[in-house]
């Protein structure tokens, strides 16, 4: 089973709202990561985790803000978004972010529009 | 830097015509090339990893190949339900915590 789940499937929200966005995967996989998707475009990295601590930050605004409270769950907590953060968002877990063969397997991913 | 460029951007083609997608790669030590399908609105579709020159991994009408430069996705006699989005990336020695995605091939196949 290669399943990664993400909720809600769809959010809107508005600049001043708080929301939070989840992911789940029970493959026993220790890396764990957070895209951004616009139309059109290949995913943009966001955040990594690996082995439950943050490894890897793009230069993400702190209105988002991951975390990751067990090795299956992961969160992206949003607050105070813009129009232009309006993507898809798309979770991704690997075996291990460091092993030589891996593959990045990915959720659904939570449509978001921002008002 | 690694980079990756596929092409073509769009491909129209009609059910049962055969053709190939390129994804062209320049990386530091390649530790892994994927391919995947994205259908509008969703998530990546893992579909093959390929590690080294002169693999060759195959999954219904797909088969994939790679070289030291470049990857090919053939398609063979494809089906309207092969019509998606299809993403090659690759991770790289120094670059290892990521992967670096092409644009996508959108591939539309006609009845």
């Known amino acids: 089973d290669t399943e990664v789940t993400q909720t809600p499937k769809h959010l809107v929200m508005g600049m001043t709202n708080k929301k939070s966005l989840k992911c789940e995967q029970h493959?026993?996989?220790?890396?764990m990561y957070w895209y951004k998707q616009k139309a059109k475009k290949p995913p943009e990295l966001m955040f990594v985790?690996?082995?439950?601590?943050?490894?890897i930050n793009e230069s993400v605004p702190s209105r988002f803000s991951p975390e990751c409270p067990n090795s299956s769950l992961l969160n992206l907590h949003l607050h105070a978004l813009q129009p232009e953060d309006s993507a898809l968002y798309l979770c991704?877990?690997?075996?291990?972010?460091?092993?030589?063969?891996?593959?990045?397997?990915f959720g659904p991913g939570t449509r978001l529009l921002v008002l | 830097e690694d980079q990756v460029t596929q092409s073509p951007e769009a491909l129209r083609l009609q059910e049962g015509e055969s053709s190939s997608l390129n994804c062209s790669y320049t990386?530091?030590?390649?530790?892994?090339l994927f391919w995947y399908r994205q259908d509008p609105g969703k998530g990546p579709e893992f579909l093959f990893t390929?590690?080294?020159a002169g693999e060759e991994k195959e999954k219904e009408r797909l088969k994939a190949t790679l070289t030291k430069k470049e990857s090919f996705l053939h398609i063979t006699a494809p089906k309207p339900e092969d019509s998606a989005t299809y993403l090659c990336?690759?991770?790289?020695?120094?670059?290892?915590?990521?992967?670096?995605f092409g644009q996508g091939t959108r591939l539309t196949i006609n009845p």
């Open positions: 991704a877990s690997s075996q291990d972010r460091l092993a030589i063969q891996e593959t990045q397997y």
């Open positions: 493959m026993g996989h220790r890396a």
């Open positions: 985790y690996s082995y439950e601590k943050l490894s």
């Open positions: 990386v530091s030590g390649l530790r892994g």
């Open positions: 390929l590690y080294s």
């Open positions: 990336a690759v991770r790289g020695v120094q670059g290892a915590q990521k992967l670096v």
